[in-house]
C-alpha cells in the first residue's frame, strides 16, 4: 500500500495550489518574474484554500533541502513514494523531461541535480534546457561549455540570473564537464517586456535578426492554460469602473498584453526544444523552469506537444509542504505531473495584502521606468 493518500479539494484546489500559483508565478523570483507590468496589478485579490482530511502517514521533510518523490502518472496512479534512481528509470523512457521549480528553493535544486544526473548516467545522449539563459545568449553558453570563456563572462555576458552559482552552476558544470548541450532557451527579457507593453504585434516590427529572439509562432488559442492564466487577471475590467459593473467582462488589453507577453516565453522555449531535437534525432532533453511553465502538462510543455505530437513528455512538479506538515498529495496535485515533487515550505514574502500591495507599488514604478528597448 501507498503511504500516500489522495486528498480531495473540491473545485478550489488545494492551499499549496492557491498559495503557489499567486506567490511562485507572480511574485517569481523577487520581481525577476519577467512579465508584463499589467500582470502585477492582479496581485491583490484573495487566497483560496480548502479543507483535507488528514494523511495517514507521519512522514514529513526534514528541512529545506529534503524532498520526496512521488509517482502519480498525472493523476492515473495511485501516489507511490520512489527514489531518484526509480524515478530516473521511469523518466528515461520519455524524450522531453520538465522539471519544474520553485525559484531558490533548495531541496527544489538538490532534486533537479539528482535526477539530471541519474537520468544521464542511463542516458547518455542528453541535452540541458534553461529557461534562466536566453536565446540571443546562446553563443555566449557554447563559448563557455567550450572552454573559450570564463565562467565569470558566462555569467556577465550570458545574462546569468543572480542565483547561478548555487542553484545552476552544479548542472551546468556537469553537463560541461561530459560534452552535453546546454540550450539558452528563453525569450530575451527585453523582448518580453516590449509583448507587454505593446502586444504579440510588436514581434512583426523587429529586425530580422532579432525576430529570431523569439518563436516564430505563438499558440495564443483559448485553452486551460489561457483560462488558468486570466484567471489571475480576474477583476481588472472594473477596476475604477461604477458603470455597466453587473455586466460580464472579458479580460482587460493589459491582461491579454500580458498573457502574450507569457506565451511568448513558453513558445519560444517549447520551440528551442523542438529545434533542438529536430538537429539531434534519437537525443533526450531535461528542460527546467519555474513550474507554473509546465505544471499540469501546460504552458511550455503543451507547446513543445503542438509541434510534435509523437513526442514523450513527463513532467515533474513541485508542490510545497508546510514545515511539519504531512506528505500528502491531494487529487489536483496528482494531476499536476507525471511526479510530484514535494520540498518544504519557504517562509512568506510578504505577511500581509498591505505588504504585497507595497511592494506591488515600487515594482510599478520601476517597470514604467523601464519601457520596451532592444
Same mark, same amino acid.
Given at each position: 500500500m501507498s503511504r500516500f493518500q489522495v486528498l480531495n479539494c473540491g473545485r478550489g484546489g488545494s492551499l499549496n495550489q492557491a498559495f503557489r500559483a499567486r506567490e511562485a508565478v507572480m511574485i517569481r523570483q523577487h520581481f525577476r518574474l519577467r512579465f508584463s507590468a499589467g500582470a502585477l496589478i492582479f496581485l491583490a485579490t484573495g487566497l483560496g484554500a480548502c479543507a483535507t482530511s488528514p494523511a495517514t502517514t507521519a512522514d514529513s521533510l526534514k528541512d529545506l533541502t529534503d524532498y520526496a518523490l512521488v509517482y502519480t502518472d498525472g493523476g492515473k496512479a495511485t501516489p507511490k513514494s520512489v527514489s531518484i534512481s526509480e524515478a530516473a528509470d +521511469?523518466?528515461? =523512457?520519455? &524524450? @522531453?523531461?520538465f522539471v519544474g521549480e520553485e525559484h531558490r528553493h533548495p531541496g527544489n535544486h538538490l532534486a533537479q541535480m539528482a535526477l539530471f544526473r541519474a537520468i544521464q548516467e542511463r542516458v547518455p545522449n542528453m541535452s540541458l534546457s534553461m529557461e534562466?539563459? #536566453?536565446?540571443? +545568449?546562446?553563443g555566449v553558453v557554447d563559448n563557455f561549455m567550450a572552454g573559450k570563456i570564463g565562467e565569470q563572462v558566462l555569467r556577465t555576458k550570458g545574462r546569468a540570473w543572480d542565483n547561478y552559482p548555487v542553484s545552476y552552476r552544479p548542472l551546468v558544470e556537469y553537463a560541461? #564537464?561530459? $560534452?552535453?548541450? @546546454?540550450?539558452? %532557451?528563453? %525569450?530575451?527579457?527585453? +523582448?518580453? /517586456?516590449c509583448v507587454g507593453e505593446k502586444g504579440a504585434a510588436f514581434l512583426a516590427t523587429m529586425k530580422p535578426e532579432q525576430r529570431e529572439w523569439a *518563436? *516564430?509562432?505563438l499558440?495564443?488559442? #483559448? $485553452?486551460? !492554460?489561457? &483560462?488558468? !492564466?486570466?484567471?489571475?487577471?480576474? $477583476?481588472? $475590467?472594473s477596476h475604477g469602473e461604477d458603470a455597466d459593473k453587473d455586466k460580464p467582462k472579458g479580460?482587460? *488589453?493589459?491582461? +491579454? /498584453?500580458?498573457? #502574450?507577453?507569457? @506565451? =511568448?516565453r513558453d513558445d519560444t522555449m517549447a520551440e528551442s526544444i523542438y529545434l533542438h531535437l529536430q538537429k539531434n534525432p534519437g537525443r533526450k532533453v531535461m528542460h527546467i523552469n519555474g513550474s507554473f511553465h509546465s505544471e499540469s502538462f501546460l504552458g511550455t510543455a503543451e507547446r513543445v506537444q503542438m509541434r510534435d505530437p509523437k513526442l514523450k513528455i513527463a513532467v515533474v512538479n513541485p508542490i510545497q509542504v508546510k514545515k511539519g506538515g504531512k506528505l500528502e498529495v491531494s487529487t489536483a496535485d496528482a494531476k499536476t505531473g507525471t511526479f510530484v515533487l514535494l520540498i518544504g515550505a519557504t517562509p512568506k514574502s510578504y505577511a500581509s495584502m498591505d505588504e504585497m500591495k507595497a511592494a506591488i507599488s515600487e515594482e510599478m514604478k520601476f517597470r514604467s521606468a523601464n519601457k520596451c528597448e532592444l
Open positions: +521511469v523518466l528515461k =523512457t520519455f &524524450d @522531453v523531461i534562466q539563459f #536566453e536565446r540571443d +545568449v546562446q560541461k #564537464e561530459r $560534452g552535453l548541450s @546546454v540550450i539558452a %532557451a528563453e %525569450a530575451p527579457g527585453s +523582448v518580453i /517586456r *518563436a *516564430a509562432q499558440n495564443l488559442n #483559448e $485553452g486551460a !492554460y489561457k &483560462d488558468k !492564466y486570466m484567471r489571475f487577471a480576474a $477583476g481588472d $475590467g479580460p482587460s *488589453a493589459a491582461a +491579454v /498584453r500580458s498573457f #502574450e507577453a507569457q @506565451v =511568448t
